[in-house]
C-alpha cells in the first residue's frame, strides 16, 4: 500500500497529463457537436419523437400523414429535411411494429435458402442459414418498445474518442514508466529489496485506475453530451428497438448494453496500457518506447480501418424487371438496413409497349444472413427476373 500511495502521489504531480486530459476531452465534445451539426438538428428529431409517442396508439399512423401531408417544415425549417426526418420516423415505426413478421422471415429464408444457391451442404453459408432460426427462437414473443435509436447508437459510435483514450494511454504509460527511466530512477527501484514485484504491482494499480478515469472521462462525456441531446429513450426496452440493433440475436436491454459497453471498453483499454506497459519495460531508452507505442497505436488505428473495410462483404446483384416501383422497393430496403451502396446501374429498354429495367447493384452488407434477406426479399418481388448474384 506505501508503494501504491506514492505512485498515486507523483502521478498526481505531473500537470501536464491532466491538462492533456482536459484538452482531449474538449476535442471529443468537439467532434461529437460537429457530427450532430451535420445530420438532423438534435432538438427537432427529439421534439417530433415526443410528439409522436404522445399520440393514441391507434392513431400515430394517420398523425404522421397529417404532419407529413401540411409540408410546413415545422420542426426543422427546412421542406426537404423534414420530408427525410418523418421518413426516418417512419422507417423505424413500421420496423418496430413488424418484429414478430421478421423472426418468421427468419425461419422462411432458411428453408429457403436450402433449395437456393447457398443449398452446398456443409458450406459455412448452408450452417449458418441452419443454425439462425436457432439463435432467434429465443426472442419469439419480445415485444419491441418504439422511441429515439440516435442517442444509443451516437454514445456508442467512438472512433474519434478511441484515438484520444490510445493517445492518453499513451502519455500515462510515459509519465508512469519513461519518466523514471528518462531521470534514471526506476533501475533504482527495481533493485531494491522486493522492489520489482511490488513498484509494478502498484504501477498496475496505478494504470488500472487512470483506466477507468479516463474511461469515464472520455466515454462517460459521450453518455453524458448525447444524453442531453437526444436523451436515451426508455432504457428497459429491448436493444432490438433500437435500429441499429434491430437484428440483433442477444436478449439485453438498451440499458444493460450501455453498461456493458462502457465495461467492455474498460478492458479492452487496460488491457491496451498493459501491453504499452511491457514495451516501455522492453525498450532499452525512453525515445525507443515511444516509438514503439507510438508505431504500434498507428497500426492498430490503420488495422481498425482496412477491417472495417474487409469486414463487409461485397454483393454483387443483376436483375430485370418490367416494374418501375420494384426499383423503389429496393432501394428502400437497401437503405432502410443501412447497406453501404458502392455501384448502382439501370438501363431502360423498350420491346414495343413494353418498357424493361435492366439493372446491376454492388453493395456492402456486414453478414451473410444480409444476404440472405436482400436475395429473399428481391425474389419475393412480382414480374422481376434475378439474373445473377454473388
Not at 396508439?57 to 398523425?63: S, Y
Not at 414473443?141 to 472512433?159: E, R
Not at 496505478?206 to 436523451?231: C, E, H, K, P
Request: net charge positive; proline share 2%; glycine share 6%.
Amino acid at each position: 500500500m506505501r508503494h501504491l500511495k506514492y505512485e498515486w502521489e507523483k502521478f498526481f504531480s505531473f500537470r501536464y497529463f491532466w491538462f492533456l486530459c482536459a484538452v482531449f476531452l474538449l476535442f471529443n465534445l468537439w467532434n461529437l457537436s460537429e457530427q450532430i451539426r451535420m445530420e438532423f438538428p438534435a432538438s427537432s428529431v427529439r421534439q417530433l419523437y415526443i410528439d409522436f409517442q404522445e399520440q393514441p396508439e391507434g392513431a400515430k399512423g394517420q398523425w404522421l400523414e397529417e404532419q407529413k401531408a401540411k409540408k410546413n417544415a415545422h420542426y426543422t425549417g427546412n421542406q426537404y429535411m423534414e420530408e427525410e426526418l418523418f421518413k426516418k420516423l417512419s422507417r423505424e415505426w413500421i420496423q418496430t411494429e413488424k418484429y414478430d413478421e421478421y423472426l418468421e422471415e427468419i425461419k422462411e429464408r432458411s428453408a429457403k435458402m436450402s433449395g437456393s444457391i447457398f443449398s452446398d451442404e456443409g458450406t459455412f453459408a448452408w450452417r449458418n442459414a441452419k443454425v439462425t432460426p436457432a439463435a432467434y427462437e429465443k426472442l419469439k414473443g419480445t415485444k419491441l418498445s418504439f422511441d429515439l435509436s440516435d442517442g444509443v447508437i451516437k454514445a456508442t459510435k467512438a472512433d474519434f474518442t478511441d484515438l484520444c483514450m490510445t493517445i492518453l494511454l499513451m502519455a500515462a504509460v510515459y509519465f508512469l514508466i519513461l519518466d523514471e527511466k528518462k531521470n534514471k530512477l526506476y533501475p533504482l527501484l527495481r533493485s531494491a529489496s522486493r522492489g520489482r514485484a511490488e513498484v509494478i504491482g502498484a504501477k498496475l494499480g496505478v494504470m488500472a485506475g487512470i483506466t477507468g478515469f479516463l474511461v469515464l472521462l472520455l466515454y462517460g462525456s459521450n453518455y453524458l453530451f448525447i444524453f442531453y441531446q437526444y436523451g436515451f429513450g426508455n432504457l428497459t426496452r429491448p436493444l432490438q428497438s433500437v435500429t441499429a440493433f434491430y437484428e440483433s440475436p442477444f436478449r439485453l436491454t438498451a440499458g444493460q448494453y450501455l453498461w456493458m459497453y462502457l465495461l467492455l471498453k474498460l478492458v479492452v483499454c487496460y488491457a491496451a496500457a498493459l501491453l504499452m506497459i511491457w514495451i516501455a519495460q522492453k525498450a532499452g531508452t525512453p525515445a525507443g518506447a515511444i516509438l514503439a507505442i507510438s508505431t504500434g497505436a498507428v497500426a492498430e488505428y490503420l488495422l481498425t480501418v482496412l477491417f472495417k473495410n474487409l469486414g463487409l462483404r461485397t454483393m454483387l446483384v443483376h436483375f430485370t424487371t418490367t416494374r418501375q416501383e420494384n426499383l423503389v422497393r429496393i432501394l428502400d430496403q437497401v437503405h432502410q438496413r443501412r447497406y453501404r451502396v458502392v455501384s448502382y446501374k439501370a438501363a431502360e429498354e423498350k420491346h414495343g409497349e413494353l418498357c424493361s429495367y435492366r439493372v446491376s447493384l454492388v453493395v456492402k452488407i456486414k453478414e451473410q444472413r444480409e444476404e440472405q434477406a436482400l436475395f429473399t426479399f428481391i425474389q419475393s418481388l412480382p414480374d422481376l427476373v434475378l439474373t445473377e448474384m454473388e
